[in-house]
């Protein structure tokens, strides 16, 4: 009994030292994970300050081709300007309430952008006007960024929060980083969620995106 | 008991791989990287393949800047901006942090073409000129089911473009502008330093105990078995990484 005892007593002490020296190891992960996840917000408020720095020029093209598409050219300044009043500095990223009243102010800026975008399809002067083509590609390549920015940030603020709730990194959040709060997150755009779903019943399993 | 011990060990070391290792996104599979045109879709026939490789190794060899051609024979219901910007992020396109990286993506079967520009290259290579090489060189082909003379179109315009000296300047203030800091130990190398650690902690049990014990070796053992297959491929990313900078186009 003596000598088993004896024989397991260094696995007793690796089973001890492993998460030590895992804790100790992973003292400076949360804020690098902080400092992350912020430069991924960084970017996606560069990226919608450039949509908003591209709008008024691609309101004064339209309008000059679409002068009875008031209301659209109207709705769209009006978003913009709602949008950039929102103040956001860095305790928004973990204000739920803050968060949610940027994004939805964002994502109704998107939704009546594209709605102008779509209405322009039915001026043809207008769609072979060289300035509005060029402001259009601009607009969709930022929209494209925005997407891939939010989704980037995503991750980061994921990793981030699971620092923050597994451990090791929960015995720091604890300690001495208890001033770091999980991050909020930008959610399906709520356009997405409404699309309407027809589903009939099926024997074929469902597809899969990855095959 | 030793075998026990291992057995022990073991466990516990997958545990700690586990809960270092990130779940990974849903993401599309993507082919091979097996040169500069990859031609995945079979549209391009083999010698305007090997001349556009060479014409894309010039342009590699003369300004870093890489850039590459590729087809895709199915987007996996993906949109080709979301697969576009994960395949250049995947094949590591362009020079790791000045991100100098293109890739010309041809989906045929979907009808889709986009230019995918490295976050570096933006400045260069702007979504507007993108969307305008796509709109007057590439797409104009395409409709016409030219889709190997639509390709090379583009390639033209884009190495063109890349080649510039005059831009040169503007590039590299940008680089280094997006050029993100200093490297942080990631998380392969936290687990590297966390295993050599063990492994001394080991060493010292050993020693106090007067034990040897075959688990002292076991740490090696698990470092070597990630350097297998070495990748003989005469190209490779270097490391560089997109953000959904560019222009798509549809036909």
Same mark, same amino acid.
């Given at each position: 009994?003596?000598?088993?005892?004896?024989?397991?007593?260094? =696995?007793?002490?690796?089973?001890?030292?492993?998460?030590?020296?895992?804790?100790?190891?992973?003292?400076?992960?949360?804020?690098?994970?902080?400092?992350?996840?912020?430069?991924?917000?960084?970017?996606?408020?560069?990226?919608?300050?450039?949509?908003?720095?591209?709008?008024?020029?691609?309101?004064?093209?339209?309008?000059?081709?679409? +002068?009875?598409?008031?209301?659209?050219?109207?709705?769209?300044? +009006?978003?913009?300007?709602?949008?950039?009043? =929102?103040?956001?500095?860095?305790?928004?990223?973990?204000?739920?309430?803050?968060?949610?009243?940027?994004?939805?102010?964002?994502?109704?800026?998107?939704?009546?952008?594209?709605?102008?975008?779509?209405?322009?399809?039915?001026?043809?002067?207008?769609?072979?006007?060289?300035?509005?083509?060029?402001?259009?590609?601009?607009?969709?390549?930022?929209?494209?960024? =925005?997407?891939?920015?939010?989704?980037?940030?995503?991750?980061?603020?994921?990793?981030?929060?699971?620092?923050?709730?597994?451990?090791?990194?929960? =015995?720091?959040?604890?300690?001495?980083?208890?001033?770091?709060?999980?991050?909020?997150?930008?959610?399906?755009?709520?356009?997405?969620?409404?699309?309407?779903?027809?589903?009939?019943?099926?024997?074929?399993?469902?597809?899969?995106?990855?095959? | 008991?030793?075998?026990?011990?291992?057995?022990?060990?073991?466990?516990?070391?997958?545990?700690?791989?586990? @809960?270092?290792?990130?779940? #990974?996104?849903?993401?599309?599979?993507?082919?091979?990287?097996?040169? !500069?045109?990859?031609?995945?879709?079979?549209?391009?026939? @083999?010698?305007?393949?090997?001349?556009?490789?060479?014409?894309?190794?010039?342009?590699?060899?003369?300004?870093?800047?890489?850039?590459?051609?590729?087809?895709?024979?199915?987007?996996?219901?993906?949109?080709?901006?979301?697969?576009?910007?994960?395949?250049?992020?995947?094949?590591?396109?362009?020079?790791?942090?000045?991100?100098?990286?293109?890739?010309?993506?041809?989906?045929?079967?979907?009808?889709?073409?986009?230019?995918?520009?490295?976050?570096?290259?933006?400045?260069?290579?702007?979504?507007?000129?993108?969307?305008?090489?796509?709109?007057?060189?590439?797409?104009?082909?395409?409709?016409?089911?030219?889709?190997?003379?639509?390709?090379? @179109?583009?390639?033209? #315009?884009?190495?063109?473009?890349?080649?510039?000296?005059?831009?040169?300047?503007?590039?590299?203030?940008?680089?280094?502008?997006?050029?993100?800091?200093?490297?942080?130990?990631?998380?392969?190398?936290?687990?590297?330093?966390?295993?050599?650690?063990?492994?001394?902690?080991?060493?010292?049990?050993?020693?106090?105990?007067?034990?040897?014990?075959?688990?002292?070796?076991?740490?090696?053992?698990?470092?070597?078995?990630?350097?297998?297959?070495?990748?003989?491929?005469?190209? !490779?990313?270097?490391?560089?990484?997109?953000?959904?900078?560019?222009?798509?186009? !549809?036909?």
């Amino acid at each position: 009994m003596n000598k088993l005892l004896k024989q397991l007593l260094p =696995i007793i002490g690796i089973l001890v030292l492993i998460p030590v020296v895992m804790a100790i190891f992973s003292v400076n992960t949360i804020p690098a994970k902080e400092e992350r996840a912020k430069a991924a917000w960084a970017d996606v408020q560069s990226q919608y300050q450039r949509r908003a720095d591209l709008i008024p020029n691609l309101v004064a093209t339209v309008s000059g081709y679409a +002068q009875q598409e008031k209301d659209v050219l109207v709705a769209v300044t +009006q978003a913009r300007a709602s949008a950039t009043q =929102i103040k956001v500095d860095l305790s928004t990223l973990t204000d739920p309430a803050a968060f949610e009243k940027y994004r939805a102010a964002q994502d109704q800026l998107s939704g009546v952008l594209g709605r102008l975008l779509a209405i322009s399809e039915n001026y043809p002067d207008l769609k072979s006007n060289q300035n509005f083509l060029t402001l259009q590609s601009q607009l969709e390549g930022t929209e494209n960024r =925005i997407g891939v920015a939010r989704r980037d940030f995503n991750e980061a603020v994921r990793v981030y929060n699971t620092e923050l709730r597994t451990f090791p990194g929960v =015995i720091w959040a604890a300690t001495i980083y208890g001033s770091s709060k999980p991050m909020q997150l930008f959610e399906a755009a709520t356009t997405a969620q409404e699309a309407p779903k027809v589903e009939f019943p099926s024997t074929a399993p469902p597809s899969d995106k990855t095959p | 008991m030793s075998m026990l011990a291992a057995r022990w060990f073991g466990s516990l070391a997958f545990g700690f791989a586990l @809960a270092i290792s990130l779940p #990974a996104e849903a993401a599309p599979t993507f082919p091979a990287l097996t040169g !500069r045109v990859v031609d995945q879709a079979d549209v391009i026939p @083999a010698q305007v393949e090997n001349e556009l490789s060479a014409r894309l190794e010039g342009l590699e060899a003369s300004t870093s800047r890489q850039l590459v051609i590729v087809t895709i024979a199915s987007l996996q219901g993906y949109e080709i901006e979301d697969y576009g910007y994960q395949l250049g992020r995947a094949w590591g396109i362009g020079e790791a942090r000045k991100d100098t990286g293109i890739l010309f993506i041809v989906a045929p079967n979907e009808r889709r073409v986009r230019i995918e520009v490295g976050y570096g290259l933006q400045p260069v290579l702007t979504d507007a000129l993108s969307n305008a090489i796509l709109r007057e060189e590439v797409l104009p082909s395409l409709r016409d089911g030219e889709t190997a003379a639509g390709i090379v @179109a583009g390639a033209d #315009a884009l190495i063109e473009q890349l080649s510039l000296p005059a831009d040169e300047a503007l590039a590299r203030a940008r680089a280094v502008e997006t050029a993100s800091g200093e490297a942080k130990p990631d998380s392969l190398s936290l687990f590297i330093i966390g295993l050599v650690a063990v492994w001394i902690v080991l060493g010292l049990i050993g020693a106090i105990t007067g034990r040897r014990t075959d688990i002292w070796f076991w740490p090696l053992f698990f470092l070597m078995r990630g350097r297998r297959g070495g990748e003989k491929d005469p190209f !490779r990313g270097r490391g560089g990484s997109f953000g959904g900078g560019g222009a798509s186009g !549809r036909w």
